[in-house]
């Protein structure tokens, strides 16, 4: 088979964010640009000749046809097998799965995760290295680099595979092994979870609504939420995976997930709901009239995991990302092992996680994990939750109130400004960064702010350090405002607020959030201006 030698010209904006690299789709269709990226991870990566590699993605506009591209610079490139999803679809913690289980060099993700899909949305191809992990910024920066002087790729000249169908193809002398994209995730899932205890649960009447928004989770909820744990049919909803996800946003939030957060109001007859995002890896988890913070399901999460079948043994550390509340750090605190605080990303716990230094870990951002691959994973949590919930015996929210009765309440909220000039959101991140100085000491009301920083961190394995990872303002009562740019988005400049404050006694526990937050949240545009520079009175999400 013929292995072309294409001459091409060089990107300057292919520069991986928090997640991948992520363009609108006809960015992604400009000559040679999807080829340039792929060359250039080829080049970085670890030596890919006569290993495998996994590859799927989670079915948006251009996955199809970027997979095909990919399968014939991989067998141009020296790869030796390359294991594809069944329809090119994989979600992204099942990618994770296969790296790990078939001990591949690595693996090709391509999505855009929460962001919209279509011919005029947003596409993304991420790569994760041998672990299962995001490639840490140590690889991701030799391969913007490489992409900047980047002249020629390698394609193989031949018809595309048909993946609509399971088995063995090749490619030249690369094997292609077309695979179900579910059977690895559920066995896993099963060696984790009590998955006769959740069968009796839905048995006996439990119901619950899982929505996939058209995105990847579809099969996965269906082959092990229905036919192996025996929920009703129809308890999956919106699980046809669709190129443009209906059209939909595929971010489970109160604000997108909005059919599933109407199944489960007011007279709902069902007692638990979760949604997840485009890839798979985020989750919302719902009680009926109950909404529990990703930060709140983090902290129960740690505290409860003795009680399940895969994390019996207890946990051996927790981290959760730096804007992520506190609430973890009061559990562990009480259980007396350490929890770790990482910038944003999941790409920052794969170290934590190789070392054994930490079980679980999670985002405020929808995201929760373990150490059973190394991306966050969206069903797992879902699965987490039910097993909780068979064991204890008890509604979300009753679980979710003694947590707080317990360890305190963080109340907890993001507001996110989209889709703003990227010269006017710098310009405020830049002038927070100057009023650091005399912001520390002042006082605002009942405020004072204790200390405030551009947060850095020291990977506590490689010693690899992270700046400017989101201004800190941290106050004396433990209440935290942060500031950050996203690193996600395709359109301008996402500004992200996060705001946080604790509340130990009970009997202030049952606040509406943004009622609580409200002069957090006052404090917080006074300091940056928000308002005055970015000319929004209100966020467009608040999550
Ligand atoms: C966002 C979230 C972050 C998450 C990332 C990828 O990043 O805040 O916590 O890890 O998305 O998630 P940013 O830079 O836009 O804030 V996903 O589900 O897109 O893989
Ligand atoms: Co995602």
Same mark, same amino acid.
């Given at each position: ?5 294409i001459?091409t ?33 080829f ?11 996994i ?9 199809k046809?970027?997979?095909?591209i ?8 020296g ?13 992204t ?7 790990r ?30 672990n ?52 690895t995730?559920?066995e ?10 959740i ?7 439990f ?28 308890t999956?909803?919106? !699980? ?5 996800f209906?059209? !939909?946003?595929?971010d ?34 719902? !009680? ?28 051996s !550390? ?5 804007p ?52 966050k994973d ?8 039910l ?13 979710v ?8 309440r ?33 006082t ?72 609580a ?21 209100t966020?467009?999400?608040i999550?």
């Open positions: 088979m013929k292995i072309n030698t001459k010209q060089a990107y300057n904006d292919q520069e991986p964010g928090t997640s991948g690299l992520r363009k609108k789709v006809p960015v992604f269709q400009q000559s040679h640009y999807l080829e340039n990226f792929v060359q250039s991870v080049a970085i990566a670890d030596d890919i000749t006569g290993q495998t590699m590859l799927g993605g989670d079915g948006r506009y251009y996955n046809q970027a997979i095909q990919i399968l014939k610079m991989a067998a141009a490139n790869v030796a097998k390359m294991i594809v999803g069944q329809h090119g679809l994989l979600s913690p099942a990618a994770s799965a296969l790296i289980k078939h001990q591949a060099v690595g693996g090709l993700i391509l999505s855009a995760s929460h962001n919209p899909g279509g011919p005029n949305a947003d596409f993304g191809i991420k790569f994760n290295i041998s299962g992990g995001p490639a840490p910024t140590s690889f991701t920066e030799p391969v913007f680099k490489f992409s900047q002087t980047i002249s020629e790729y390698k394609i193989v000249d031949t018809d595309d595979i048909d993946l609509s169908s399971t088995g063995q193809h090749t490619m030249g002398d690369m094997v292609i092994d077309i695979i179900d994209p579910v059977d995730y559920a896993l899932m099963a060696q984790l979870f009590d998955f006769n205890r069968r009796s649960m839905f048995e006996s009447g119901s619950m609504r899982f929505d996939a928004m058209h995105a990847i989770t579809g099969p996965y909820a269906i082959e092990i939420l229905e036919n192996q744990l025996g929920a009703e049919s129809g999956v909803m919106n !699980g046809k995976p669709l190129e443009d209906g059209g !939909g946003h595929p489970p939030n109160l604000v997108h997930a909005h059919d599933l957060v109407t199944a489960l109001s007011g007279n709902s007859q069902h007692d638990f709901g979760a949604a997840s995002d485009g890839d798979g890896d985020r989750n919302m988890i719902l !009680g009926k009239n109950f909404f529990v913070t990703p930060s709140d399901s983090l902290a129960v999460m740690a505290a409860n995991a003795h009680l399940l079948p895969g994390y019996k043994n207890g946990l !550390g927790v981290a959760r990302s730096m992520t509340s506190a609430a973890v750090d009061r559990v562990a605190d009480q259980l007396g092992i350490k929890c770790y605080e990482t910038p944003t990303g999941w790409k920052f716990f794969g170290n934590l996680l190789d070392a054994s230094k930490i079980t679980l870990c999670g985002e405020e951002s929808f995201g929760t994990g373990s150490d059973h691959v190394r991306e969206g069903l797992w949590a879902v699965l987490f939750w097993n909780l919930i068979a064991v204890k015996q008890q509604s979300v929210e009753q679980i109130k003694d947590h707080w009765a317990r360890f305190g963080n109340y907890y909220c993001r507001h996110d400004y989209e889709a703003i000039n990227s010269q006017i959101a710098d310009e405020l991140m830049s002038r927070l960064r100057d009023s650091l100085v005399s912001l520390k000491g002042q605002f009301g009942d405020y004072s702010i204790e200390n405030c920083d551009d947060f850095c961190y020291t990977d506590p394995v490689d010693n690899s350090i992270s700046e400017n990872q989101g201004i800190r303002l941290l106050f004396t009562d433990g209440s935290r405002i942060i500031y950050r740019l996203s690193g996600t988005g395709t359109e301008g400049a996402t500004l992200r607020v996060y705001i946080e404050k604790y509340e130990a006694d009970v009997a202030r526990q049952n606040e509406d959030t943004q009622q937050l409200n002069a957090l949240i006052t404090i917080a545009d006074t300091v940056a201006s928000i308002k005055k520079l970015t000319g929004r009175e966020p467009d999400v999550t």
